[in-house]
């Protein structure tokens, strides 16, 4: 006697069917296509150091503004500077008549050669040390190199400006980009040029397009460090199962919608779809 089903038996199957089709579709989905929650949001940032040392006496900027390239961000006490440029003019045109009179002298026989050699290595001596102090007196203005923002600004006027010493971050506006940390078990599939779906915690209902830029060739060893000896150091492991290493992929963002803007150090969902390096329109 053949097995008879009733419509609501039946649409149960049916429904039962739909989504078994459904998972597989997403299990499938999964493993031809990596995909991973451990991303972040990265930028260049540019350490702003100043050449040379003194009290700031301007600063036009507030923390977390945006500025253009050449735009000045603070500007040290010129006054010392400003002396230092008029000694080294004075000191030029001193020793440039000196060496204009051995020039005359040296013709004439009346000056000998090693004379006339300290004369002239003086003269070189101060042409460079008035384009240092010129250097110098312009290195009192600091300007930003690109287009960004400032962020976790603490200077403030009267703050000490110390050489070659960082005082505030740039971020490169123009620089931004997404790494995605994958298992090593799944890099091996992903290929520069590959289109990615990248979703940020910031915007969650906003997915943007990428594309795989390349990807990490090296991550930090935890083992193999020198110990006694010189041999290396390697720690014993005691798991039954051995943790795949992360590697970073570094995305490309395609064009952004007006209403996201991107923060260094956001959270971000990363997929790879697969075999689509070279392919237009995926």
Request: charged residues 25%.
């Given at each position: 006697?053949?097995?008879?089903?009733?419509?609501?038996?039946?649409?149960t199957?049916?429904?039962?069917?739909?989504?078994?089709?459904?998972?597989?579709?997403?299990?499938?989905?999964?493993?031809?296509?990596?995909?991973?929650?451990?991303?972040?949001?990265?930028?260049?940032?540019?350490?702003?150091?100043?050449?040379?040392?003194?009290?700031?006496?301007?600063?036009?900027?507030v923390d977390?503004?945006?500025?253009?390239a050449?735009?000045?961000l603070?500007?040290?006490?010129p006054?010392?500077?400003?002396?230092?440029?008029?000694e080294?003019?004075?000191?030029?045109?001193?020793?440039e008549?000196?060496?204009?009179?051995?020039?005359?002298?040296?013709?004439?026989?009346?000056?000998?050669?090693?004379?006339?050699?300290?004369?002239?290595?003086?003269?070189?001596?101060?042409?460079?040390?008035?384009?240092?102090?010129?250097?110098n007196?312009?290195?009192?203005?600091?300007?930003?190199?690109?287009?960004?923002?400032?962020?976790?600004?603490t200077?403030?006027?009267?703050?000490?400006?110390?050489?070659?010493?960082?005082?505030?971050a740039?971020i490169?506006r123009?620089?931004?980009?997404?790494?995605?940390?994958?298992?090593?078990?799944?890099?091996?599939?992903?290929?520069?040029?590959?289109?990615?779906?990248?979703?940020?915690?910031t915007?969650p209902?906003?997915?943007l397009?990428?594309?795989?830029?390349?990807?990490?060739?090296?991550?930090?060893?935890q083992?193999g460090?020198?110990?006694?000896?010189?041999l290396?150091?390697?720690?014993?492991?005691?798991?039954?199962?051995?943790?795949?290493?992360?590697?970073?992929?570094?995305i490309?963002?395609?064009?952004?919608?007006?209403?996201?803007?991107?923060?260094?150090?956001t959270?971000?969902?990363?997929?790879?779809?697969?075999?689509?390096a070279?392919?237009a329109?995926?």
């Open positions: 006697m053949p097995m008879t089903f009733d419509k609501r038996t039946l649409a199957i049916a429904l039962l069917l739909v989504a078994a089709l459904a998972a597989g579709i997403k299990y499938w989905d999964y493993v031809v296509n990596p995909w991973t929650r451990n991303g972040m949001v990265r930028a260049n940032v540019i350490q702003v150091t100043p050449r040379v040392s003194g009290p700031i006496v301007e600063l036009p900027i977390n503004q945006e500025i253009e050449g735009e000045l603070f500007r040290i006490d006054r010392t500077f400003n002396a230092d440029l008029d080294a003019e004075a000191e030029l045109e001193r020793t008549q000196d060496f204009e009179r051995a020039e005359d002298l040296i013709k004439k026989g009346d000056i000998s050669k090693r004379n006339y050699d300290k004369a002239e290595a003086a003269f070189d001596v101060a042409r460079s040390n008035l384009e240092t102090a010129r250097l007196l312009e290195f009192t203005e600091v300007r930003a190199s690109v287009d960004g923002f400032i962020t976790n600004l200077l403030r006027i009267g703050s000490q400006a110390v050489e070659n010493q960082p005082v505030m740039l490169d123009d620089s931004f980009w997404v790494h995605g940390y994958f298992r090593e078990t799944r890099v091996g599939a992903i290929k520069p040029g590959d289109k990615t779906l990248v979703t940020l915690m915007y209902d906003t997915p397009s990428g594309t795989v830029n390349s990807l990490g060739w090296g991550i930090a060893q083992d460090s020198s110990g006694v000896d010189l290396p150091s390697v720690n014993p492991t005691f798991e039954w199962i051995r943790l795949a290493q992360r590697v970073p992929v570094r490309h963002l395609d064009q952004l919608p007006d209403h996201v803007q991107l923060r260094v150090g959270t971000a969902s990363v997929l790879v779809k697969t075999g689509t070279g392919s329109g995926q």
